[in-house]
T-cell receptor, first 113, second 109 residues
Framework: KAGVTQTPRYLIKTRGQQVTLSCSPI?????VSWYQQTPGQGLQFLFE???????NKGNFPGRFSGRQFSNSRSEMNVSTLELGDSALYLC????????????FGPGTRLLVL | EDQVTQSPEALRLQEGESSSLNCSYT??????LFWYRQDPGKGPEFLFT?????EEKEKERLKATLTKKESFLHITAPKPEDSATYLC??????????WGAGTKLIIKP
């Protein structure tokens, strides 16, 4: 069974721009969660989607948003990029809701200049 | 406040030298504890889920145990390929995972 895939793997943007990251979950998984990982803050939860609805949200500003499609694929968008948004963005999928065992993708490395 | 603390931050061992990593947590009602392994530049890889005190799970050279306040990841006779960062996480009351900062394990041949 194919794992979680994320595109693109690497991205360089400048301050003020916006970016969209994509995540395809494991086949049959209906929940997708997004995380930001930085050396200083570690893994921080952004949001979780299940059946196209945001079910849980972390403590991030409104510049961070996401959505889920009917095939469970998910996208996250960051608008008005700041230098501090440079991070590894990880997507994880699970069978059901409430973050049972999650399986992670390889991540998208975002660098904001 | 819900919190997960891992120790030590880093651990250097010789190949074959067994040791343990610690994950202590404070949450109101344990809803599971997850262990993951993360290699540089990659996403975390699931290892174990523990749900109740006294529970133990094993996988190759790894064994995870759980008490009411902490979990241990025991590594027996480690090999260089066991080098990685080991992360633990617990769900809070909203089922949002709270992650520890991780233990970076280095196994020297």
């Amino acid at each position: 069974k194919a794992g979680v895939t994320q595109t693109p793997r690497y991205l360089i943007k400048t301050r003020g721009q916006q970016v969209t990251l994509s995540c395809s979950p494991i086949s049959g998984h209906r929940s997708v969660s997004w995380y930001q990982q930085t050396p200083g803050q570690g893994l921080q939860f952004l949001f979780e989607y299940f059946s196209e609805t945001q079910r849980n949200k972390g403590n991030f500003p409104g510049r961070f948003s996401g959505r889920q499609f009917s095939n469970s694929r998910s996208e996250m968008n960051v608008s008005t990029l700041e230098l501090g948004d440079s991070a590894l963005y990880l997507c994880a999928s699970s069978l059901g809701l409430y973050q049972e065992t999650q399986y992670f993708g390889p991540g998208t490395r975002l660098l904001v200049l | 406040e819900d919190q997960v603390t891992q120790s030590p931050e880093a651990l250097r061992l010789q190949e074959g030298e067994s040791s343990s990593l610690n994950c202590s947590y404070t949450v109101s009602g344990l809803r599971g504890l997850f262990w993951y392994r993360q290699d540089p530049g990659k996403g975390p890889e699931f290892l174990f889920t523990l749900y109740s005190a006294g529970e133990e799970k094993e996988k190759e050279r790894l064994k995870a145990t759980l008490t009411k306040k902490e979990s241990f990841l025991h590594i027996t006779a480690p090999k260089p390929e066991d080098s990685a960062t080991y992360l633990c996480a617990v769900p809070d009351s909203n089922y949002q995972l709270i992650w520890g900062a991780g233990t970076k394990l280095i196994i020297k041949p």
